[in-house]
């Protein structure tokens, strides 16, 4: 079937991208879902910083790719083999399919799945191959962003690769979800385990970022402090309930520590930041993604002389099947406002004008509406 994507044509792009112009939207072929995988309608798409990294060259991705990995969509055909999804379903996207069966998938989410590693890093569903190709009979395959390609009117993935959630969502609310909110919330419930009375404290505010500051602020366990280099990001977690706000450079001058600290603005600084700033006993989780040559500088002796730990958590350490139900049932409850996560509505015409913003550390989410194209 012919559909409409946002296709990356070059790594390592030089901003400002509505100069260099690396995302072309145009007509494309889409293969019908097979065994094991159903055809989306896409909805909605948010614009996530691992969108940028593979534009920007951070993330090192095979090219041509149909970018996109965040995103809400409705079912439209299944293949054969699948499951508790039938057509008219809403879904969610998500970005690490899980096999269930290798010795990763038995860590209750702690290790990311070593099968759906190996396909996203090959540009592949599950299973191998693409199912994206270019208009045109001398061109080649278009590669899938793991496991999704969700900048794009329809998307063929893997049944794994969703998760179904209720007509009531919307589906701005919703894709954050799959991404933002699982890996940010997260970062908190599942690898950080907060007891009550700890503080928690997050570095760097970005989409993940805010989520796992809302998700903090829900929970109540004790304070909740934001922490960026950016005064409007600190207005905002004010706003959101965050107790208290410091810029990097003030947690380092006043010796701001807390029990639980979560890094998620993918930086060495702010990994250092986040480690120099968990307190005695404390845990440091890191879910953001650096540069794959990026090098943090922090002294190794704390870790045994104040009994601290240092996490790393990919995807949250979450099992999405089950975690985002929890999610989407704590957003019908007024206790995670996800649509506080969304920043501005835009078009997929405007996609690298949306690498932009976000590279300027102007936006949480942006979020692609596609009823709206």
Not at 208 to 226: F, N
Not at 274 to 282: E, K, Q, R, S, Y
Not at 297 to 317: C, D, F, N, Q, W
Not at 339 to 355: F, G, H, P, Y
Request: aromatic share 4%.
């Amino acid at each position: 079937m012919k559909i409409r994507g946002a296709v990356l044509t070059t790594s390592d792009a030089q901003a400002p991208f509505t100069e260099s112009r690396p995302l072309e939207v145009r007509e494309l072929e889409l293969d019908p879902p097979q065994e094991g995988e159903v055809l989306l309608r896409m909805t909605a798409a948010g614009v996530c910083h691992s969108d940028l990294s593979v534009v920007d060259g951070n993330r090192p991705r095979p090219v041509p790719m149909l970018l996109g990995h965040e995103g809400a969509g409705v079912v439209e055909e299944v293949g054969e083999g699948v499951t508790g999804l039938e057509p008219g379903d809403r879904v969610v996207t998500v970005f690490l399919p899980r096999c269930g069966e290798c010795k990763n998938c038995r860590t209750d989410g702690k290790l990311p799945c070593s099968r759906g590693l190996e396909s996203n890093n090959a540009g592949f569903l599950p299973g191998g191959g693409a199912k994206i190709r270019i208009h045109d009979p001398n061109d080649g395959d278009i590669y899938h962003h793991i496991g999704v390609s969700a900048f794009a009117t329809h998307a063929v993935v893997n049944q794994a690769s969703v998760v179904k959630v209720g007509s009531d969502l919307p589906p701005e609310a919703a894709a954050p979800l799959g991404c933002a909110v699982l890996t940010g919330g997260g970062a908190v419930i599942n690898a950080g385990e907060p007891e009550d009375g700890d503080s928690i404290m997050v570095v760097g505010l970005g989409g993940v970022g805010i989520a796992a500051l809302m998700t903090a602020i829900g929970l109540k366990k004790g304070k909740v402090i934001g922490v960026d280099a950016n005064p409007d990001k600190l207005v905002r977690a004010r706003e959101l309930g965050a107790d208290v706000t410091y810029s990097p450079q003030e947690v380092q001058d006043q010796g701001v520590k807390a029990d639980l600290v979560v890094e998620a603005a993918g930086h060495p600084r702010a990994f250092e930041t986040a480690f120099n700033a968990t307190a005695l006993g404390g845990r440091t989780v890191t879910v953001g993604l650096p540069h794959p040559q990026a090098e943090s500088v922090i002294h190794p002796l704390l870790l045994t002389s104040e009994a601290r730990t240092v996490v790393g958590s990919y995807l949250g350490s979450a099992v999405p099947s089950r975690d985002i139900p929890k999610y989407e049932d704590l957003w019908r409850k007024g206790e995670l406002p996800v649509d506080e996560l969304i920043s501005d509505r835009i078009r997929l015409d405007d996609i690298n004008e949306a690498m932009d913003t976000l590279a300027e550390g102007k936006a949480v989410r942006q979020i692609i509406l596609f009823d709206e194209d």
